[in-house]
């Protein structure tokens, strides 16, 4: 027989590392979060297991076999099915109270406001390749003055990043609108991982094409992204512990079992970052060129 659900006992492990108190503060929260895939996916699952009850989400994509390797809801089960729907089920299926705005055409530029409204924070869980989407939604959340955390997984790693209200935006720190729309895929990644402890254990660099939008992944690094974002969401929603804001991040790095902290003041326009990101545009015309090791 299946017990009641029971939110006090659902998540009554999660005391100690909180009190009563601030796990009922969870429970009255919301989160929005665009991108039910690798990382927005785990994201979600993260969060409902900590005791978030309320949500925002935006996701227009359907599971397809090549999601298997990294995303939580894609199974034999879930292929070609609405990653949205199967992703609010199985949140539903730890909290069943979870209260849930749905957004199936995913974020844009004619919704991203209505999308932020009333959320306490936004976690970023677009696709890599998603600027159009990824620069309005935090752009609305720097206007409305609402927490923004971005945890990309890279290589077998995750780069934190918050764009806190008062402090440095996104816009400025990657510097998006400055120079080619073709260059925004390496700033994004020289942005967010500015320390490059990836870069020595890509055996095959001709899997990585910026330009088609197309680039591996693995589980490892978006498991990482989860456990990082919901300790920052954590934080951020309780209004404790050091949240580090850009230009400030944070990069761990599994495979080389290395954690460095980062700053750009600046971002962008930071010296050491122009100087990076011409390097690694030389670098990854270089690396295409090369043969396998």
């Not at 034999?76 to 909290?95: E, F």
């Not at 320390?195 to 910026?210: E, G, I």
């Not at 954590?234 to 804001?245: E, Q």
């Not at 944070?250 to 750009?264: C, E, G, M, P, Q």
Request: glycine share 10%; aromatic share 10%; hydrophobic share 45%.
């Amino acid at each position: 027989m299946i017990a009641a659900f029971d939110y006090d006992t659902a998540f009554a492990r999660n005391l100690g590392w909180l009190t009563p108190g601030e796990q009922q503060t969870l429970r009255g929260k919301c989160v929005a979060i665009a991108g039910l895939g690798g990382v927005g996916g785990l994201h979600l699952l993260t969060l409902v297991r900590l005791g978030v009850g309320r949500f925002r989400l935006a996701e227009f994509d359907t599971f397809e076999l090549v999601n298997f390797n990294r995303q939580i809801g894609a199974t034999l089960t879930s292929l070609a099915k609405p990653k949205l729907d199967v992703m609010m089920a199985m949140a539903r299926d730890i909290n069943p109270e979870v209260d849930i705005v749905t957004y199936p055409e995913g974020v844009n530029a004619n919704n991203v406001t209505a999308f932020v409204d009333g959320a306490d924070l936004f976690i970023d869980g677009l696709d890599f390749f998603a600027f159009a989407a990824r620069e309005a939604v935090f752009a609305a959340c720097a206007k409305h003055r609402i927490p923004a955390t971005t945890v990309a997984p890279i290589g077998m790693g995750a780069a934190l990043l918050n764009f806190m209200p008062g402090k440095m935006g996104f816009e400025r720190y990657f510097g998006f609108a400055r120079g080619a729309a073709a260059d925004k895929p390496l700033k994004f990644l020289i942005g967010l991982a500015p320390a490059m402890l990836h870069r020595r254990y890509l055996v095959d660099p001709s899997f990585v094409d910026l330009a088609a939008g197309r680039g591996p992944s693995t589980v490892m690094a978006c498991q990482i992204c989860a456990g990082i974002a919901g300790t920052e969401a954590l934080k951020i929603l309780l209004g404790r512990g050091n949240v580090a804001a850009a230009p400030r991040g944070i990069h761990f790095d599994a495979y080389r079992n290395k954690l460095v902290s980062t700053w750009r003041p600046g971002g962008y326009r930071h010296p050491l970052q122009r100087t990076l990101f011409a390097l690694a545009k030389r670098q990854f015309t270089r690396m295409r060129s090369a043969p396998p090791r």
